[in-house]
């Protein structure tokens, strides 16, 4: 019994130890110079929702929309991160995918504002 304690707080403090990491790495996010347009986006969304009073599907939705950019800032921020570690000289390879991961947010946004057209247009509209 002993011994299942012991490894039961063994992995929980190697969860507490990889949630640390995943914060710093959040903090890291939000250094990024693109993160002060997604932040506000983001507000301006969440205040949009709460004073047009939508839905909780249509608040599904918009948080989705939310993350998936958020979750697409992150993967792009770590290639290039990446990308420039391995490679510190301009390489056209290295910029052709830091370019593919940048489009990855690009998608992310598109998708973000139509699914924010289709929830706020009609209640402006009418």
């Given at each position: 019994?002993?011994?299942?304690?012991?490894?039961?707080?063994?992995?929980?403090?190697?969860?507490?130890?990889?949630?640390?990491?995943?914060?710093?790495?959040?903090?890291?996010?939000?250094?990024?110079?693109?993160?002060?347009?997604?932040?506000?986006?983001?507000?301006?969304?969440?205040?949009?929702?709460?004073?047009?009073?939508?839905?909780?599907?249509?608040?599904?939705?918009?948080?989705?929309?939310?993350?998936?950019?958020?979750?697409?800032?992150?993967?792009?921020?770590?290639?290039e991160l990446l990308a420039d570690?391995?490679?510190?000289?301009?390489?056209?390879?290295?910029?052709?995918?830091?370019?593919?991961?940048?489009?990855?947010?690009?998608?992310?946004?598109?998708?973000?504002?139509?699914?924010?057209?289709?929830?706020f247009l009609p209640r402006l509209?009418g």
């Open positions: 019994m002993f011994s299942s304690l012991v490894g039961a707080r063994t992995w929980l403090f190697g969860r507490s130890k990889s949630f640390g990491f995943a914060l710093h790495g959040l903090f890291l996010l939000f250094l990024e110079s693109n993160a002060k347009i997604h932040f506000a986006a983001t507000l301006a969304a969440v205040l949009g929702g709460l004073c047009a009073r939508i839905s909780g599907v249509e608040w599904a939705l918009v948080v989705f929309a939310i993350g998936a950019v958020w979750a697409a800032e992150a993967i792009n921020t770590a290639i570690a391995a490679v510190p000289e301009r390489h056209p390879l290295v910029g052709a995918a830091k370019d593919v991961a940048a489009s990855a947010v690009l998608i992310a946004a598109i998708s973000a504002a139509v699914v924010g057209a289709i929830v509209a």
